[in-house]
């Protein structure tokens, strides 16, 4: 949803609108439309009353450095910083309190984008850091990035490619229609659209902007995935536009205000049914409108579609899975979109920098097993007002929680077509689980049951779960669909970049057994305790690490403690993540709760052969005898053997064919084909609903 940008531009230590292009160099000068008596720190703190994030401080030159730092101890980590930006100074701004810096100018090198420049800055700051100025000027009907305070036209294109390949190396856009901009001409409504269509991260469009009506504008030609900045039309600085409208227009569409919330800390479920309950009736009336509202929205060619995962605020599997699936739509030109729940302790909901909106909790439990996770109810109020703000035809959820009952109920309610997709064996994690609370159990099965016939079709990852929800479900062969998931495999390779292994062993083995997982009892972490007990007594040349973290992981490593053999490692991510991989010569993956299988397949992206369970999604992706081994579920002896086959394998030289077979099985599973596929489906569905 397009939201109102603020801006404190300084000029000569002041701040000031000025028309875009007329900025001189050899003097200094430019066309001034207005000038403030106020200092920066009197806008800043204006903006941060308001709860304005994200607006942009834009240094005009020198001598302005001051009046910057000013404004950002005004609203430490509320505002960003543009202007001179460069590796010499990019951090200091950071240090002083800027959320974000702009940089433009000093990326570009006799007139072209230095791709060199660009990733240095953003190795420097941070992607989720750094914003990239794209203004530009017109020319021959396209457009080319304008720098050096928009006097000089570079030969840089504005085009879809660039877009795509800047937004690898920061987290948003900003782009001055230099043009128009100080004119309140009104704006460049094409350019508007462009990049509502072609930018895959957040963008903030600058210049023209005349009234209240250029927000809605900008929001129906981006379809709300551009953001407007108001700058010489605002009364703040000798326009018409009303800064309050502009800043309780951002009110009723940020999800940004406190909400009500009441933390319960047993597992009691009376407790969550009843304000499930109570926000369904309060808001029926208001689902009820938003169904009659949306029969009356013009007919559109191009689907829309939204994803509802209610912990994607947590990190695990499903959240890093669903949020790349929605970028990589988004960057092929879909309109997707990711919709969610703010965690445990946040008080407001919120737009992450990829678009991914969080709604407000009006209510959250401990989820049983899980003291890190929650069962959340959404404001149902914001809900409905982000359907309205985007116009959906259909509607994926990922799980069977209480947040996606009441997301179910409201699309149902208002027409929208829902689909379902079983990401987690919840059956599995019950009989795991709640063996001391029957009665959650049963009323879990009897809700999972119900809720998969309300949302056919049903997808599931692998081959496994298509007859088990048919016979644990009562699904229908139509009922359910394959759809196999992408993996971004972009930073996994055989070649390791620290020594991770060294950190964490004192001597080194020459065979390595690994596994990552969430640590927990499901995973089936206490049986692979006993292969490796009965295993490693065989050999005193092996290791085995066990990465991740979870609720068994102290236990693990006191039942662990006197096996020297094995370690848990704790959480590790990035290169330490790859390197881990890349170290070992098999992973081991004994679950059989998991529908797919995300770390088998980043193993074998960095050339490490798997042995997984034969029950479970991972066995679709190993080729037995080929990529890794397929090894009877929790049969301790077929485990100990499959191991004693991987240890030979090392030993004798074959591991690398594997190697190189579990490489190339990984790249079956891209992003780029698992979108394809995901969104022909979606396709597929619409046309027969």
């Given at each position: 949803m397009t939201l109102f940008r603020p801006c404190i531009d300084l000029h000569e230590g002041a701040v000031k609108q000025i028309v875009g292009g007329s900025l001189r160099d050899e003097s200094n000068?430019?066309?001034?439309?207005?000038?403030?008596?106020?200092?920066?720190?009197?806008?800043?703190?204006?903006?941060?009353?308001?709860?304005?994030?994200?607006?942009?401080?834009?240094?005009?030159?020198?001598?302005?450095?001051?009046?910057?730092?000013?404004?950002?101890?005004?609203?430490?980590?509320?505002?960003?910083?543009?202007?001179?930006?460069?590796?010499?100074?990019?951090?200091?701004?950071?240090?002083?309190g800027a959320a974000k810096v702009i940089v433009t100018s000093w990326l570009f090198e006799n007139g072209e984008l230095s791709w060199d420049r660009l990733k240095e800055l953003s190795a420097q700051v941070g992607r989720d850091r750094l914003v990239v100025d794209l203004s530009c000027r017109r020319a021959d009907g396209k457009w080319f990035v304008a720098t050096d305070r928009w006097q000089t036209v570079t030969k840089t294109e504005i085009d879809a490619a660039l877009l795509k390949n800047v937004a690898e190396f920061c987290s948003e856009l900003l782009v001055h229609a230099a043009d128009v901009e100080g004119l309140r001409n009104g704006i460049d409504e094409e350019l508007v659209a462009f990049l509502g269509e072609h930018s895959p991260i957040p963008a903030t469009y600058a210049g023209?902007?005349?009234?209240?009506?250029?927000?809605?504008?900008?929001?129906?030609?981006?379809?709300?995935?551009?953001?407007?900045?108001?700058?010489?039309?605002?009364?703040?600085f000798g326009g018409d536009v009303p800064y309050e409208k502009c800043a309780a227009w951002n009110a009723e569409r940020d999800f940004g205000r406190p909400f009500r919330k009441r933390q319960v800390d047993s597992h009691h479920?009376?407790?969550?049914?009843?304000?499930?309950?109570?926000?369904?009736?309060?808001?029926?009336?208001?689902?009820?409108?938003?169904?009659?509202?949306?029969?009356?929205?013009?007919?559109?060619?191009?689907?829309?579609?939204?994803?509802?995962?209610?912990?994607i605020d947590e990190v695990n599997g499903i959240s890093i899975s669903v949020r790349l699936l929605v970028n990589k739509m988004r960057e092929q030109g879909r309109d997707a979109w990711?919709?969610?729940?703010?965690?445990?302790?946040?008080?407001?909901?919120?737009?992450?920098?990829?678009?991914?909106?969080?709604?407000?909790q009006v209510f959250s439990m401990e989820m049983v097993g899980y003291k890190e996770s929650e069962l959340p109810v959404p404001s149902l109020r914001e809900a409905v007002r982000w359907f309205r703000r985007h116009p959906v035809d259909l509607l994926e959820i990922e799980t069977p929680s209480s947040g996606s009952a009441m997301m179910l109920l409201l699309a149902?309610?208002?027409?929208?077509?829902?689909?379902?997709?079983?990401?987690?064996?919840?059956?599995?994690?019950?009989?795991?689980?709640t063996t001391d609370r029957p009665g959650i159990g049963v009323f879990t099965r009897l809700w999972v049951k119900a809720f998969c016939k309300l949302g056919r079709p049903v997808i599931v990852p692998s081959t496994f779960f298509i007859g088990k929800l048919q016979r644990e479900m009562g699904l229908k062969a139509g009922d359910v669909t394959l759809l196999p998931r992408g993996i971004d495999l972009a930073n996994r390779s055989p070649v390791p970049s620290v020594d991770v292994w060294g950190e964490?062993?004192?001597?080194?083995?020459?065979?390595r057994f690994a596994t990552v997982s969430r640590v927990s009892k499901e995973k089936e972490l206490p049986f692979l305790e006993e292969v490796w007990r009965e295993f490693s007594k065989r050999h005193d040349d092996v290791q085995l690490a066990v990465v991740g973290k979870g609720p068994y992981l102290d236990e693990m490593r006191e039942r662990l403690a006197d096996c020297p053999s094995a370690v848990c490692t704790g959480l590790l991510q990035g290169g330490r993540?790859?390197?881990?991989?890349?170290?070992?010569?098999?992973?081991?993956?004994?679950?059989?709760?998991?529908?797919?299988?995300?770390?088998?397949?980043?193993?074998?992206?960095?050339?490490?052969?798997a042995i997984v369970s034969d029950m479970g999604g991972p066995r679709d992706i190993v080729e037995d005898g080929k990529s890794g081994k397929i090894v009877p579920f929790k049969k301790l002896d077929a485990w100990v053997e499959a191991l004693e086959e991987a240890y030979a394998v090392v030993k004798d030289g074959r591991i690398k064919a594997f190697s190189e077979a579990a490489v190339a099985r990984s790249r079956q599973y891209t992003l780029d084909n698992s979108a394809n596929a995901f969104w022909d489906f979606y396709v597929h569905v619409l046309k027969g609903a």
């Open positions: 000068s430019a066309r001034e439309n207005f000038v403030s008596a106020n200092p920066p720190e009197f806008y800043a703190e204006l903006y941060r009353k308001d709860g304005l994030k994200g607006g942009h401080v834009i240094l005009l030159g020198p001598g302005n450095e001051e009046a910057a730092k000013a404004a950002l101890r005004a609203w430490p980590g509320g505002l960003q910083v543009g202007g001179g930006i460069n590796p010499a100074n990019a951090l200091s701004w950071i240090e002083a023209g902007a005349t009234s209240l009506d250029d927000l809605a504008r900008v929001d129906r030609l981006s379809k709300g995935r551009v953001d407007l900045t108001i700058g010489s039309a605002l009364d703040l479920p009376v407790a969550l049914v009843t304000a499930w309950v109570t926000e369904l009736v309060t808001h029926i009336p208001a689902m009820l409108a938003l169904r009659f509202a949306r029969r009356r929205l013009p007919k559109s060619g191009k689907p829309g579609v939204v994803l509802f995962f209610d912990n990711l919709l969610g729940i703010a965690g445990r302790g946040k008080p407001e909901g919120r737009v992450d920098p990829d678009g991914t909106t969080l709604l407000p149902k309610i208002a027409g929208i077509r829902v689909i379902s997709h079983y990401r987690t064996d919840i059956f599995a994690y019950l009989d795991a689980l964490f062993f004192d001597r080194a083995a020459p065979v993540l790859t390197s881990a991989y890349a170290q070992a010569d098999w992973f081991l993956f004994p679950s059989g709760t998991d529908t797919f299988g995300n770390v088998v397949v980043e193993s074998l992206a960095c050339g490490t052969p």
